[in-house]
């Protein structure tokens, strides 16, 4: 019986953001303006990402391979555009205890979760060079 208290509990607590209106344009820009955050998603560590001024970013999945970008709202959702695909990739952020929760468009089955904020800069390697 205890079992099942402290899970409904940990669910109850974890999905709180699923009630909530995703965070506006606003709300989501400054939480995270000036910001290096990482994400995990399955128990893993997902990648990173370096909130700049002006809605600009720089994602990488944290192995010294950085994409410049920049991020709008549409609607509800807040939308990233990067240097290497033109197409919008668009989430809905929430707000919890834990930090930020990222729904893929909107999509209960695909999130992100903030997992801590850095102390540095997403690590970059330079520009890769031919021969």
């Known amino acids: ?3 099942c208290a ?7 607590l974890a999905f709180p953001a699923f009630a909530q209106e995703p965070m506006s344009a606003a709300a989501f820009e400054a939480y995270t303006t000036g910001k290096t ?5 399955g128990g ?6 370096d909130y700049l001024p002006g809605r600009r970013v720089r994602w990488s999945f944290l192995d010294g391979h950085c994409l410049a970008g920049r991020w709008y ?15 919008p ?4 952020f929430f707000e919890s205890p834990g930090g930020l929760i990222a729904r893929l468009d909107g999509d209960q089955a695909r999130a992100l979760y903030e997992i801590g904020e850095a102390g540095a800069p997403l690590f ?3 520009p890769e060079v031919g021969v």
Do not use: Q
């Open 89 to 92: 990739v668009c989430w809905a």
């Open 37 to 41: 955050l990482h994400y995990g998603t």
């Open 44 to 49: 893993e560590v997902y990648g990173g990402e």
């Open 124 to 126: 970059c390697l330079g």
């Open 73 to 87: 709202d549409d609607g509800p959702l807040i939308c990233f555009v990067y240097e290497d695909d033109p197409a």
């Open 6 to 12: 402290t899970l409904a509990i940990s669910l109850a």
């Open 1 to 3: 019986m205890k079992r």
